[in-house]
């Protein structure tokens, strides 16, 4: 799961994140759920190197909403960078038509693998 910026909710145990809705990606996630991720930050699309790992997490739930539909305290919690949520953002978000909400748990330090933790701490 990459990231283009360090957002706030980044540092919690459990995290969302808003996407636009395709039925492809609805069908991607759903076929995920329960899956590891490796989340990463990298503001290019290319190349991906170990070094851009945050951190590990399993994607715990995934609803498919119209931006009305998701809580507002949600949303700018999703999109709030240093304290402020971003109003770029929230804009994206509620001209969606429809959005995919994932819910992301960090897996414990202790339960990551060697080589895992070595990611996460590179």
């Known amino acids: 799961m990459k990231f283009s910026h360090l957002w706030d909710k980044l540092k919690d145990p459990e995290f969302t994140t808003i996407r636009s809705w395709t039925q492809e990606k609805e069908d991607y996630y759903e076929?995920?759920?329960a899956s590891e991720f490796q989340v990463w930050?990298?503001?290019d699309r290319y190349p991906f190197r170990r070094e851009h790992v945050l951190f590990h997490a399993f994607l715990a739930d995934m609803q498919v909403l119209e931006?009305?539909?998701i809580p507002?305290?949600?949303i700018l919690k999703d999109v709030q960078l240093n304290g402020i949520p971003d109003q770029k953002w929230i804009d994206k978000?509620?001209?969606m038509d429809k959005c995919i909400v994932?819910?992301?748990a960090r897996y414990p330090v202790n339960s990551i693998s060697k080589q895992a933790k070595l990611e996460v701490e590179a």
């Open 31 to 33: 076929s995920w759920l």
């Open 41 to 43: 930050k990298c503001s």
């Open 67 to 69: 931006p009305i539909k």
């Open 72 to 74: 507002s305290d949600l």
């Open 93 to 95: 978000i509620m001209k």
């Open 102 to 104: 994932l819910t992301f």
